[in-house]
């Protein structure tokens, strides 16, 4: 069978997210070439008010990189437009002239923006909000000019706005209606709306309707119906978008507002599909990014053949990108198309919910300040779930896993499929800018699998964004006075430097006092047995702790078992006596449950058990008691030792200076732990790197033994 | 000690392969990347990615992540293995090959050719498991052939096979699961077993699907469900009489359905009159509102489809209850139609293919059934011998072992399988294998089977090894293999090629690659149940996977739904079956108060050959444990994480406590993946289904003590 050919037209979220879905069904099925019109890969469009607000980079909202389309063997040809579509020869021209001939098109134009007739409107210094080029521009003049106006307060051109201030603008909105984002919101959710913003700094004209753009060679201000003037350099345009379907019409497929299509984004030509902003699905055209998601998987289907429903059209939701302010929208919310069921205004903390019903079911809602239940409810309108759901579960403000997200532990767990910890998850957020779950899994795959920790992610990811970067950001604190560095950038510095003493160390690295006090002699003593074994006699501290700083092994009379507590003492004994460590360890071994040695309360447990040799680590006897952790099963009494050994040495490395094994292990994954004691080859490095470090400093000993003699 | 310094000569030596995750039916597809670590010390840093196909949808969970470290593990066995004087020593492979074809032919001479067992394993590819089973009949000449999918998907397959004439995992595709309106999950843990098909059912979820769950315990799965059936075990089949009562009842029937597709329904009709939903309710633990509820939400829904897995299926009544389900499917005539189906979700990686080319006792190749002379001719002809030459059938997997325990096999080669943990009853198992005259092991690494071998042949892992296997939906995978062999191992199919060789059989098996096997399976199986006729590596490369049946090269292959207008028995209608409502195999007394049930964890794979072996998984589930209400633990006096003895009738393991609200009180359980002292299977039952030879793992009456309280025995 030859590979069909496939033509998109559209660079687009849409039509990229269709080539996407179709790859994942068959990645060898189609040719694939892309039209796109702007000169840049394939980017989120949603993610430029990020840009503009300075959240994000031009870069970092990339989707799909030049390497992207190479791997998968697809043709991008960037900054052509199309500008004829020969439905008989199934070829389309662009205006280069490059031909491309198709067994299947998608027509994933998407849309532009709506520029109204208004006099002046193609005046320089007025633009539209749609592209990577628009924001440039927006950047370049904010340079330049003080003013700035954006005709539309809808949710693109509130983003735009803030975008402005953010510029350093001032920034007036115009709008027609009474109420901001009167689309999606009531006039209360507008007005709370609006003082957030005008708190802000934005200012807004509303009810106004703009008659013309004044100034002679460019843009100097806005004129209303009323009379009424406005100064601005830079008029920004933001009244809606009109899908491009010119192409379409002109070659003759059946359109209306946009490109007409059936359940399976067929067109009217069988050869043709159309997604996105320019198709119409029973009188729909949408503008949003979650239907366009759903269109694309629906064209993938039915292109390769696996489609078996087709799409039923989508509830259409918002989220306004402003920082600061929280609201979000769905389904049906005007009077007359449905009835509140539920409305809450919470003067103190600033939050309105309203939630609508239809024949019983809900139907639409509106949250302002907080929008946590945002998903949930977006699945109810989506379910068309009866509005008994709602009474049945009142919504706390936190949920379980809002609390729980809160107490875990960095290292902990949340997705288990993929091993994604809460501190990855918390990282992606604050170092890439995520904003929600969705593209926190597809950055650390977290909830990818399964999805049962979902709503775990969605609380982690609500968390992070609840605080700013220095309140989570973990506390990097100086060894003491003497220096600004800890005790992590002191290793890396001394591991990677080659030094010939310690003082030589403190000199590198600018100690604040030359001679160092106990504190920092003794923790630069252990690191240099750490990382200089063999010239270790400048440990002079040390030598002065090294007596307590051994293992010390506890060890009570067996009981009548398989177990050989004894020769495996001995042995742990002969292999670590003389390591250096950065805090006492003691260690106990028991064989089995019928002589009991404390093992869970050791710094390492040992204890003959029907499975093997188990082995503990972080147990603690004082305050604060701990319990040790299991860290590795052995069958083999040579294994236990290897075991032990390994973690020990692990210990050293890891470990700050005078951090207890309960300590270190709080702060490490017990799981990123095991992985390295059980794979053989780690543990064989731990365990050669531990004989090293004692052949050295055991020498040492005989040496200094001797010259005391 | 020099430091070790970064090498720069190694920078570019990166590997690239794409493979299939072994580790259960999914078969995700995925890449592995193999890059020289920084240190240059001939290390090697993996990285794993999913790859988008029509199954997985590019999803992994963490067995995939990590099922490349047992694979590079430093614990593969290179070398063929010969026990001299108690100790495993290295052999050349001349010498391994030599012993085990004079040991089989000098047992053959003295007893017969049905004193050699064979015995494989379904996570062989099904080139493999197609060469296992004619490398049995032709070159051993032996009718005792079986494997471990006898425990893993028997009772499914012959109720599938009774009922509608063929016996395919799903009868539907993976994209009806979001199209049904409500979905039945009997007996299966999806969220841990299969994790990457859960956003099918999440999906449905939101598209507005009733989910409903029937498992004794809370499980990650059940969590999802908006019926949860917690159901005591081993009374499957009753509950499903009780779902089945309220249909009839509420008359939730599709009666043209019924009338036109089915036959048998007069029968089940009259049965259902003697069903009394509160004795439902009594054997099952379950009140009859709920159960009336879930029936309602099934029935009066517009689709729908039933999962069962290992719950329902591994018990001594498994088939019938299957069966029973199967019932309910028919009597709403929900199969057959998008967002309709049954499915048997199978665990094992080739779980499916496995069973349908022959390596099972009873079976002939392309799911030919080796006691029907029409089908013995043709299979004989396609391996250019004479029907009668061909053996009858011979027994289920563990009635192997209860042979091997009575010295009527003598010798026992196992491929791909553990059968000292996996099988039920293990101490008896184990003096079994301990009495042989010659136990041969093909494996990768030292499991607990292997230890006892006399000799031990070290096969490639599923990095190296080409071949297709065949998922749960019935779509057969191509899994290309391009990584080297270690070591001296070989290809499974490669040693039964060379064992035939030095059997003087080798004119009948000669084959260059997996693909010359898998043409010849094609053939085998051309005019079969399971057709692979139509189906060509070419094709697979090409079209990334393929459903079976696939009789014809050019067509452009069904798309999977089966029984759209017919189903498979000769009048094309499917049969309805009535059932008794039983008590469980073994019932709680006295003695052994409570019922263990057994199942897997998310971190590893059957009986943990492979998986202990990757750090990582190891590192996520260290040790066994048994699950156990804290009601139930209190009144034994068993506290969290303590060393507790279980016991049942046929023996006792010791395993740490974990104490949940998750689990019925009556109920504990134990996961499977563990051998030695804490193998679950030293206490399992070894009665078995009379319909298909399914021992009843899921239901044994235990008593548990904790260990403390027992005196040290000095031995």
Redesign the interface.
Known sequence: ?KREKLVVIGNGMAGMKCVEEI??????RFHITVFGREPHPNYNRILLSKVLQGDSTIDSIVINDWSWYEEREIKLYTGETVVHLDIQARQVTTLSGIRANYDFLIIATGSSAFIPPIAGIHKPGVIAFRSMEDCATMIDYSKKYKKAAVIGGGLLGLEAARGLLNLGMQTEVIHNASYLMNRQLDAMAADMLRRELEQQGMRFWLSKETESITGLNRAKGIRFSNGTTLEADLIVISVGIRPNITLAKESGLTTNRAIVVDDFMRTSDPHIYAVGECAEHRGVAYGLVAPLYEQGKVLA?SLC??Q??GYEGSVPYAQLKVSGVEVFSVGSIQQGEADTALQVYDGIQGTYKKITMKDGKVSGAILFGSTAEGTTLL?LV???APIAELAAKPKEDQSDEDSIAVSMSGHETVC????VTKSSIICAVMEDGLQTAEQVRDRTKAS?????C?PMVEAIVRYALRYDKESLAPEVAAICSCTAYSHDMVKSAMKSGVFMNIQEVMATLGWLNPSGCPTCSDALAYYWTLYYP?LTKEASAQDRNRDSRNLILHVPSP???GFNTTLLAKHLHQACQYLTLPSPVKGAISS???SPAGVLVHDIGIAG???GW?IYAGGHAEHPVKQGQ?I??A?SDSLAKELAIAILQLYREQAEYGERVWKWLERTSI??I???V?????RMDLMSRAE?AATYLTSERLGEHICSQ | ?QPIRKSSAVKDALVVLDTQCPFCSVQCKMRVVKEPDATGAN?FTYSIEG????AS??????KG?NAH?HAV???RILQPLMKKNGQHVPVTWEEALNTIASSFQTITQAHGADALGVYGGGSLTNETAYLLGKFSRVALGTRYVDYNGRFCMSAAASAGNKTFGVDRGLTC?L??IP?ARCIILAGTN??ECQ?????YF?KAK???AIIIVIDPRIT?TA??ADIHLQVKPGTDAALANGLLKVLFEENLLDHSFIANRTSGYEQLKAHMASVLLEEVAELTGLKEAIIRKAALAYGLAETGIIFTARGVEQQTDGHVAVRNFLNMVLATGKIGK??CGYGAITGQGNGQGGREHGQKSDQLPGYRSIEKEEDRRYVAGVWGIEPDELPRKGVSAYEMMEFVHRQEIRSLFVMGSNPVVSNPNANLVEEALESLELLVVADMFMSETARMAHIILPITAYLENTGTLTNLEGRVLLRESTAAAPGESLHDWAILCQLAEKLGKQHYFKYDSAQDIFDELRLASRGGLADYYGITYERLR???SVYWPCPSTDEDGN?GMMFEHKFAHPDGKAIFFPVNSKLPQEIPDERYPLIMTNGRV?AHYLTGVQTHKS??L???S???YVEMHSATARKHRIEDGE?VEVTSRRGS???RSRITDKIREDTVFVPMH?G???NVNKATSPELDPDCKMPGFKTSAVHIAP??LK??K?E
């Open positions: 069978m790859l994942k069904l068959e990645p060898h289907g053949g696996t078996a429903a699945g989506k379910r068309g288990a499929c993929n091993a990818s699998s399964c999805g049962g979902r063999q009981a009548i078992s089995g449950i019928h058990s029907p499975a188990e299991l590795g099963i069958e799981d990123e095991r992985e390295l059980l794979h053989v080859e780690h090293a | 000690m290390r790859l988008p196909n029509a949808e590019g999803r992994l969970c963490v992540r470290q593990s430093r614990d595709r994209s009806d199209l999806i969220a994790p990457t098909l859960m956003p999440t939101e598209n507005g990650a969590d999802m998008v967002g090409r079209e990334g798309q998310l750090p990582s190891a590192a996520r260290l040790e066994n060393w393991f010791s395993v563990w030695g002292l804490q260990l403390r005196s040290y000095s």
